[in-house]
């Protein structure tokens, strides 16, 4: 009987000592597909995979250029990639209709909105700053990524808020930010709801001007509640529980990527990163890149952290702007080992 009890307890202990090496076992030859986009993109990741954070990890990461967030959320419920590259918005959205997924980390987490207007509209506000900049901007031409997306939604937002109507403005659809910029260029629109480059380009340009920029923005107060749930890397909830040594990894080499990244030395190297998975083709294509980033940066953008209370603020916004009719949990959407600074 001692000597059976003495076995059992050694295995026991062989079982316990062997679990954390399986477990990197399993993940040795794991291949795992990444939703990237034009711009800066996936940036953690590129750096991640460029500086062997994930070989090390175990993993192989793989990226998929999918330029629309929808779009890399409905790739992932069908199984073409492993990891989105998601704003809470769209995931809670789809945690709605039924889709099993959570975010597992941070990936760009500040608001990526901003508001330019033409060099040639009067801006008597402007100096006041929000909400009464807002009145300039009344019975103008708002060009929008899509009518009824997002970014109309940020600027109704705003108006609403600032004691005007949604529709004292005329929406326009112009798509991402290059033609976004376009538009605004042409004289199609006299204002974009857009995100970088197209700010940089603005000033470069001096054909328009950011009024302003969901990142450093202090008012709404719920704007600046929201910071630190931005835009996180997604999984399937399936996925997550049958593969946690898969969700950890990508989160090991996100912190570490976070580190790089954010460390002012490693700034060239980011860039020609960066670069190697899109590059900015355009006049002055370089300058714009390095500015982008480093307004990224002074804005704290590129963190792994999911803030829980902005997640709910996030939710809160969903809320007004009657994006949603009903609303998830927060443990709904967000894997509860993500971490949360």
């Known amino acids: 009987m001692r000597k059976l009890l003495i076995s059992l307890l050694s295995a026991a202990a062989m079982g316990i000592a062997l679990a954390p090496a399986q477990a990197q076992a399993q993940a040795q030859d794991a291949t795992v597909r990444f939703q990237d986009y034009p711009g800066s993109g996936n940036l953690l990741i590129r750096v991640a995979r460029s500086k062997g954070y994930c070989k090390a990890a175990g993993i192989t990461c793989e990226m998929k250029m999918i330029p629309a967030a929808p779009l890399g959320l409905q790739a992932l419920i069908g199984g073409s990639i492993d990891v989105a590259e998601t704003p809470i918005e769209v995931v809670a959205a789809a945690v709605q209709r039924g889709a099993k997924v959570k975010t597992i980390a941070g990936a760009a987490v500040s608001s990526i909105f901003q508001i330019d207007v033409a060099a ?53 659809a112009v798509g991402a930010p290059n033609t976004a910029f376009a538009a605004l260029r042409a004289g199609q629109v006299d204002a974009i709801v857009s995100w970088e480059p197209s700010g940089t380009m603005c000033d470069l340009t001096k054909l328009c001007k950011v009024l302003f920029m969901g990142a450093t923005a202090t008012k709404p107060a719920l704007l600046k509640e929201m910071y630190g749930a931005g835009t996180g890397l997604v999984m399937r909830t399936e996925e997550i529980e049958k593969h946690p040594e898969i969700a950890h990894a990508v989160l090991k080499v996100s912190k570490q990527a976070e580190a790089f990244v954010n460390d002012p030395a490693n700034k060239a190297e980011v860039l020609r990163i960066s670069s190697e998975y899109f590059k900015f083709d355009m006049p002055q294509g370089d300058l714009i890149a390095s500015r982008t980033l480093d307004l990224s940066l002074q804005t704290g953008t590129f963190k792994t952290m999911v803030r829980r209370s902005a997640v709910q603020a996030t939710l809160e916004y969903l809320k007004l702007t009657k994006q949603l009719a009903t609303l998830p949990t927060v443990n709904d959407l967000v894997w509860d080992q993500a971490p949360t600074e």
Do not use: C, I
């Not at 929000?130 to 031409?141: H, I, V």
């Not at 009518?147 to 929406?171: C, H, I, N, P, W």
């Open 120 to 172: 040639k509209v009067p801006l008597p506000n402007e100096a006041k700053g929000y909400p009464a900049q807002m009145q300039d901007l009344k019975g103008l031409k708002v060009g929008v990524t899509a009518r009824g997306a997002a970014t109309e939604s940020f600027f109704s937002f705003l108006m609403e808020q600032a004691g005007l109507k949604a529709d004292d403005v005329t929406y326009v």
